[in-house]
């Protein structure tokens, strides 16, 4: 059985986050690295088991977060699909099983918001994983954030935390945003689709989605 520690350990996977990040940079988008993809590998899993899903399902919407953004090695344009051809000759030549290969390469083909759709469990938390990480950590050194919006939004975000209710049937989002950077209506104007999207994800598990920014809720 392959596991999420071997897929993190894997080194030619790693070398494709690596290098895809490096194109991300060169083109002023926000860190894709180590950081986000173990994030939304964490994220996921967590979705998963707190929404009582077994522990296999759990690893693999791990390893789904993990290798989620590889397809930037080849271009930012369709990333979700080519990274989804990529993922599955890597974890093929793994030896994963042709299902749980399956569920995996379906999830991140399906997770950027201009082609995606829950199409399975593991897809719909690697969509609430990956388009709830927004934070200052992100934002490249060099960044000016007078300039790019993208940059400011992420920049302002003093802390994100996305919260899991199986009771209460609800996924929240909470987000401080420092106002003297950026605009809580700055944050919508780039990220509204996000958040649409993280919806219609939190639908397939049967929760309500909402935003709550400095203590109220505005989603």
Known sequence: MITYNDVKNNEEIKTYIRMADETLN????TEHSFAHVVR???VAGSI?????YDDRTVELGQIAGYMHDIGNVVNRIDHAQSGAVMAFRLLDKMGLSAQETARIICAIGNHDEHTAYPVNELCAALILADKSDVRRSRVRPKADINIDIHDRVNYAVDKSKLAVYPEEKKITLY???????SHISEYFEIFLNRMLLCRRAADY??????VNINGSRVM
Do not use: M
């Not at 060169?26 to 988008?29: D, I, P, W």
């Not at 987000?175 to 950077?181: A, W």
């Open 26 to 29: 060169s083109l002023g988008f």
């Open 40 to 42: 939304c590998a964490d």
């Open 175 to 181: 987000l401080t945003i420092d106002e003297s950077i």
């Open 48 to 52: 998963l088991k707190k929404l009582g």
């Open 205 to 210: 598990f049967k929760c309500s989605f909402e």
